[in-house]
Nanobody
Framework: QVQLVESGGGLAQAGGSLRLSCAAS????????MRWYRQAPGKQRELVAT???????TYADSVRGRFTISKANFNNTVYVEMNSLKPEDTAVYYC??????????????WGQGTQVTVSS
């Protein structure tokens, strides 16, 4: 089992910045991929950013150039630095991890979500 604990959400003004953190703990052999998703009220959950175990990153078009995903391997933590925030970035942000539990199994885990609100 893997537990994901997010932190860093809150209120920011348009043009401001926030940094979210997600710490993974529990029993696993490795973390293959970590992702940040977000879900705004009345909308589907969307993928925001991805980082692989090797450090490769991808971003949604809506955040590319403004958000930066990174990770610290020593403590299994992933971050997303969010700059030039816009009101449309307002959402609950969720951390997601794909973890190898054994030589034969890979499982997907979700954090509890953290609210980000951007005021205009």
């Amino acid at each position: 089992q893997v537990q994901l604990v997010e932190s860093g959400g809150g209120l920011a003004q348009a043009g401001g910045s926030l940094r979210l953190s997600c710490a993974a703990s529990g029993r696993f052999l490795s973390i293959n991929v970590m992702r940040w998703y977000r879900q705004a009220p009345g909308k589907q959950r969307e993928l925001v950013a991805t980082i692989t175990g090797g450090g490769s990153t991808t971003y949604a078009d809506s955040v590319r150039g403004r958000f930066t995903i990174s990770k610290a391997n020593f403590n299994n933590t992933v971050y997303v630095e969010m700059n030039s925030l816009k009101p449309e970035d307002t959402a609950v942000y969720y951390c997601n991890a794909e973890a190898r539990n054994s030589a034969w199994t890979v499982s997907n885990y979700w954090g509890q979500g953290t609210q980000v609100t951007v005021s205009s």
